[in-house]
């Protein structure tokens, strides 16, 4: 069968085989496996299956049909005010089918830790509607985590919370706000911290893989990601009050 690579990754070489996804297989497979099973096995269609692995030792996926938006410029529904919700909304179902599962071991649940519409397919949920997400991609690095952690990382992907808001921060924080309540994230005085956390993180992740000879984030960092991440670190930081009265 012919492979087509799939544009939008920015880590691995991603091709599609029919009806499948091919992906280069990581320490992190096995669990991904277990977790990928686990949702299935619940019925859950907001996750590619798992159907094993290929002669070559990659990952076989199911491949989801729909809009992945993945490029900087994306139709108005991708961030609508109800894909927003709607993202948070599966981002509630996954964490709940995790909780309390060996898969999630001592934490609240399993996060994805990549939660953004590069990695969400969107679809109209009705003939002739608008777009909405209906899956996550890309769960290689998902882990043991707590959900805050998973709504945070929502916030500034999917709001791209940085100077590029502009000045309506009061927006921003609104549709933080937004986010928060149609997950029902009980405690929200850490969301912002947490946001800032990632963005740190982010970063330094990047920074020290590349020094340590990984290509991919080499490449991202040649690309200006590090600056970029850096600069929207201190844009959250200095709207911080804003966001976090919205919040409260
Ligand atoms: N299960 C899938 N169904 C449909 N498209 C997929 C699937 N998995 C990956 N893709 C496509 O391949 C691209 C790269 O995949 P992704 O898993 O995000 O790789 P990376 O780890 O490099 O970011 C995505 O942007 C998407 O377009
Ligand atoms: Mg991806």
């Known amino acids: 069968m012919p492979e087509s690579f799939l544009p939008g990754g920015f880590v691995n070489a991603v091709v599609r085989v029919g009806d499948t996804v091919r992906r280069p297989a990581s320490a992190r497979t096995a669990f991904v496996r277990d977790l990928l099973r686990l949702l299935e096995a619940a019925g859950w269609g907001g996750a590619p299956r798992y159907l094993g692995v290929d002669e070559q030792g990659r990952e076989v996926l199911g491949y989801l049909d729909g809009h992945v938006a ?3 410029r994306q139709p108005a529904a991708v961030s609508s005010d109800e894909s927003l919700v709607a993202v948070a909304r599966l981002v509630r179902e ?3 089918l995790t909780a309390g599962t060996p898969l999630a071991g001592a934490q609240e649940v399993v996060c994805h830790n990549d939660l953004s519409p590069k990695n969400t397919v969107y679809r109209p949920t009705v003939v002739g509607g608008e777009l909405r997400p209906v899956a996550f991609i890309d769960w290689d690095i998902a882990a043991p985590g707590a959900r805050i952690h998973d709504v945070a990382h929502v916030c500034w992907q999917y709001l791209g919370l940085g100077p590029s808001v502009g000045d309506d921060v009061a927006e921003a924080a609104r549709r933080v706000r937004l986010i928060a309540d149609s997950y029902g994230l009980p405690d929200r005085g850490s969301l912002v911290t947490t946001i800032l956390w990632w963005q740190d993180r982010c970063w330094r992740g990047i920074e020290s893989a590349a020094d340590a000879g990984s290509v991919a984030m080499g490449r991202l960092r040649d690309a ?25």
């Open 70 to 72: 993945w490029e900087p």
């Open 94 to 96: 996954f964490h709940d």
């Open 224 to 248: 200006g990601v590090v600056q970029e991440v850096q600069r929207a670190y201190r844009w959250v930081a200095g709207h911080r009050d804003v966001l976090e009265r919205a919040l409260r």
